[in-house]
Nanobody, 118 residues
Framework: QVQLVESGGGLVQAGGSLRLVCVAS???????????IAWYHQAPGNQRELVAA???????DYRDSVKGRFTISRDNYRNAAYLQMNSLRPEDTGVYYC?????????WGQGTQVTVST
């Protein structure tokens, strides 16, 4: 069973930066590299929403509200994905989840909390 572990969350002031890390285990580097990866955000009281995704061809896509502020990347040799978050806003507060795969076989991490203070 593939496992995803996120880290890098924390408390930061508005305008600050954080770098989230997602590491996959129990999966070969080849299988990791052939899957899309995404980061989701769940604000308090809200549903989980897609923030950014990167395909197995390294093509990124972003939610409009984070374009120009967040950058998604991956390192297939380390079975890792990253979300660099700059110019953080209070509305970015919530739990961030890493997800591997597509709708038919998506694997989720446990999430990492990000809190942006004013």
């Amino acid at each position: 069973q593939v496992q995803l572990v996120e880290s890098g969350g924390g408390l930061v002031q508005a305008g600050g930066s954080l770098r989230l890390v997602c590491v996959a285990s129990r999966i070969s580097s080849y299988d990791f590299a052939t899957n899309d990866i995404a980061w989701y955000h769940q604000a308090p009281g809200n549903q989980r929403e897609l923030v950014a995704a990167i395909t197995n061809y390294d093509i990124p896509d972003y939610r409009d509200s984070v374009k120009g502020r967040f950058t998604i990347s991956r390192d297939n040799y380390r079975n890792a994905a990253y979300l660099q978050m700059n110019s953080l806003r209070p509305e970015d507060t919530g739990v961030y989840y890493c997800a591997l795969g597509d709708d038919s076989s998506r694997v989720w991490g446990q999430g990492t909390q990000v809190t942006v203070s004013t």
